[in-house]
């Protein structure tokens, strides 16, 4: 039994759009480029062609069983900061397949790991049963995994010896991500470690370097903000063009 993360350029999408490009390339051939029609067909082809082939090629970069396997070199370097005392707990937000989830319990056997998801439609190859069948095909049993909501937390403050995320928050409609990271952190007990990585660009997220000097007003004892674009996890072309850029890690301890 071997676990499948699956990727989060679904499969069926890449298929489906190149099916389209296909589809619509023999449709503007057929009715020709004299009329205005066919150069608006000629246009949407291109344009859905150019889609097409950047969805393959994140496809391809993503996946767990590819060359390039960028999702497994993220999920590496997120879990190496996350630090869970024997007997503590951890909590994933935004667990998806359980990859991430997975990997801090690797790396801190002695200690339990939560993961949560809403587990929406837009992913629907992704869900509790899944996780937990990663759990088992990893051998790992010190993991648990639960539906919830990264803006409300259904948890106490103060209840994980850890917090941790992979590019989840951006996909969050919000005016105030840095509002969200604080209700991560929120649950976050005095001492422990925390390990978020997404896009922190400013269109998403406002400025983060003031985000950074708030949390160490707060009484944090560390917080960096890592930026991973720039061979860490990606090179800065590869962040460029999969739309990336701003991509970084927000770590410390609380």
């Given at each position: ?57 994140m496809y391809r970069a993503f996946s767990y069983n590819g060359k390039r396997q960028m999702s497994k070199q993220i999920i590496d370097g ?34 339990g790991m939560v993961g949560i998801d809403r587990w929406g439609k837009e992913y629907a190859s992704f869900s509790k049963k899944l996780c ?9 049993d010190n993991t648990s995994f639960q539906q919830g909501d990264a803006c409300k937390l259904d948890f106490d403050d103060e209840t994980f ?94």
């Open positions: 039994m071997k676990a499948d993360y699956k990727n989060w350029m679904p499969k069926g999408m890449v298929i489906s759009l190149c099916v389209t490009a296909v589809v619509l390339c023999i449709v503007t051939l057929c009715v020709g480029l004299s009329s205005v029609i066919g150069k608006i067909l000629l246009i949407v082809t291109i344009l859905t062609a150019i889609c097409a082939v950047w969805m393959f090629l997120v879990s190496s900061y996350v630090h869970i005392p024997d007997g503590g707990v951890g909590l994933d937000v935004g667990c998806g397949s359980a990859a991430l989830t997975n990997a801090c319990a690797k790396k801190n056997p002695g200690a937990e069948s990663n759990s088992a095909a990893e051998g790992v010896d850890a917090v941790t995320s992979n590019y989840v928050y951006h996909n969050i409609p919000s005016s105030d991500r840095q509002a969200i990271l604080l209700e991560t952190l929120r649950t976050l007990k005095k001492g422990g470690t925390f390990a978020i990585h997404d896009i922190f660009s400013k269109v998403k997220y406002g400025d983060m370097n003031a985000f950074v000097l708030k949390l160490k007003d707060m009484g944090y004892e560390e917080v960096r903000l890592v930026d991973t674009t720039k061979g860490m996890f990606m090179t800065p072309f590869e962040s460029a063009w999969m739309g990336l850029t701003g991509s970084a890690l927000l770590v410390g301890k609380k």
